[in-house]
């Protein structure tokens, strides 16, 4: 099976570094230095889960000096959408998968507009991961994916990628409902990555702190509120899993998002925290919680993107 990994970072490099083990036909996209180390000496994952190991299959920039692909994982960041939809179009055919596990809830709308609903399908991870140094990518955190199609029900290319994923070891699971999955993870990671960011704290020390986690819960439920106002399936029981998740992660644990923004590189805000604001605003739902984390960060982010170039 022919796949390309778009984004080799914490997600893509860990997934797509699983994928490789038993297949030569993986091939990672990424640039600069942390390219430039892989082509030399391989990509090596430092994985909590499945240990230290490296693989050696072949990585470019240019995805269009490839064949047309079975399976895309797109695991770029979200402001790197457009170009990077743009980079796939050469290896993209009639029976590729698109297959989004990158944060926020717009992107598969987003890869639908240009490819088609047909080749794309959903998906989270839960994880926490990033390049530690060029051609190094770390894996903390559960290391856990959940996938479906943009509409309910499970089909017959969802059941064939799980065994292709579960053979690689991934821990996944193929979701009946995925947009429930979905809207959960995004109004659950915009708040916890916010929260995290602005204290400069850990998962454990936020939720440990009664008044910051009450804030985090807080923003949560904003979340599920702008979520259900559009017609995502959000279960009753979104909640419980949210405190669940929130109480599970690893106590060191923190967001890739404030990782970004400690290390001054661009970073998600717009897309987490900016967009539960946007979509609040267009049906006129009141988001004060997301507002002022968003109101709090929004400084900073523009100073790296000033820095940065941006």
Known sequence: MKITIMGTGGVGGYFGGLLARDNPDVTFIARGEHLAAIQSKGLQVNSQNDGTFTVYNAATDDPSSLPKQDLILFTVKMFDNISAMDSIKPIVGDDTTILTLQNGVSNGYDLSDVFGSERVMIGTAMLEGRISEPGVVTQGGPGAAHFGEMYRGISERGKHLLSIFQASNWKVELQENMLDTLWKKF??????????????????????????????????????????????????????????????????????????????????????????????????????????????????AERINQQNGA
């Open 187 to 300: 109004a659950y990671l915009s708040a916890c990555a916010s929260t995290c960011t602005a204290s400069n704290s850990s998962m454990g020390e936020m939720r440990s702190v009664p008044e910051t986690r009450d804030l985090i819960l807080n923003a949560i439920a904003e979340g599920f509120e702008v979520g259900r106002a559009y017609g995502a399936p959000i279960a009753d029981d979104a909640m419980d899993w949210a405190i669940s998740a929130l109480d599970n992660f690893p106590y060191s644990g923190k967001s890739s998002m404030a990782k970004d923004f400690a290390e001054n590189r661009a970073v998600e805000l717009e897309g987490l925290t900016g967009t539960v604001i946007k979509m609040g605003k267009r049906l006129n739902i009141n988001t004060p919680i997301n507002d002022m984390l968003y109101a709090v960060l929004k400084p900073w």
